[in-house]
Structures are given as structure tokens and as C-alpha cells.
């Protein structure tokens, strides 16, 4: 922990501290230079720090499922990479419930808000809904309309939602289940960090 009246230590030895606090009292200069870092600092830690979020969870006890959510994310990512899928499946299968017990209503939100910049409309839309597509694998759960799902009938991610739910998420809780350790993943994390990242909030009209 830094001392009280102790800047946080650069990440590079070249870079600069803004000098002023407020937002307000920024230059123009000042905004270049802190957005140039930023994007170095992006570069070099977002895919690592993603990575935390959810190894942070590696030893957490369960509620009540045989594995934790952690050992969970491993075994969806470790099926998906024996099934042959792209890079980028595997990696929103690893991260697709990494807020799912710090923002367990909003989980699915959570994940997407992470990972939307860098994957495609289908995994995007895919995180977004597939909370309420476990629903039709959880027919005695009271309070849950199994079949809420199907407002969205007809939508072109529907059906990869549907199996990813089925095979990949749903199924995911096997303790017997030799996972994949999650350095196996770290380099295909980094790599869908490292693509250019698409603005969704420009975009105007999406598919709900």
C-alpha cells in the first residue's frame, strides 16, 4: 500500500504524471499524452488484468455446485478447445462467467461489457443473453420462465447461444473433468486484447 501523499509508481520510468488533479484543469497536451500511455498501458496489462479478475476466484469455496466458478470457466474453455472451435470461443467460454458472483444479476452484462470490444457480434450477443437461455436447462428452478429465450427466436445468434449454453456452460461443472490449466489460455487472451477494439457505444442500432 503507498504511503499517504505517495504517487503510484509508473509503469514505465519514461512516462509522465499529470500535474494537475481536476479533470477540468487539463490541457489539450496534457489529454495527448495521457491517452498515448493509456494505449501503451492498455497494450501491455489488459489482458493480464482480465486474467486476474478471474484467477482472483481460483480458490474461492462453492454454494453448493460441485466446482467453483473458476474450476467452472476452466472446464467450459478446456470443452470448447477439445471441440476444435476459433481462439476467440475459447476465450469468452473462459471469461463468460468471470463476474457471475461479483455481479451475478448483471453477469452476463459484465462479461460483455469486458470482452465487446474485441469479439465478434455473435459472442458479443451470445454473452449478453446466455443467462437467460440456462433457463431452459433449469425446468424446476422456481420463479424462471424456461422458455424466455424465445422472444429472441429468429435472431441470428440464437442458435450459437442455445449450444454454447447446452454443451459448454450448463454442463460445465464436473469435478472429474481434467481441465485445462489456465496458463494454456493466457496467450489466446492476449491475443483478443491485442485486436483492434470496435467502439460499441458509436454503434446505433444493434440486434436486442
Known sequence: MNAHGTRSPLADADWQYLEKIPLEELSRQDWLVLEQQRALYLARHQADQALR????????????????????????????????????????????????IACPLLHGDFAASLLGAYVSDRNHWMLRHHATFQNLHSPNMPGVDQHERERWRGNPYFDWTAEFVARYDQAAADPAYPCEPIETFVPMVRAIFSRPPVDRRSIKKEIP
Open 53 to 100: 479478475l478471474l484467477s482472483a476466484s481460483q480458490n474461492d469455496p462453492c454454494f453448493g455446485y460441485q466446482v467453483n466458478n473458476y474450476r467452472h470457466c476452466l472446464q467450459s474453455a478446456t470443452m470448447v478447445l477439445r471441440d476444435g472451435l476459433p481462439e476467440e470461443d475459447v476465450v469468452v467460454a473462459l471469461l463468460h462467467d468471470v463476474g457471475f
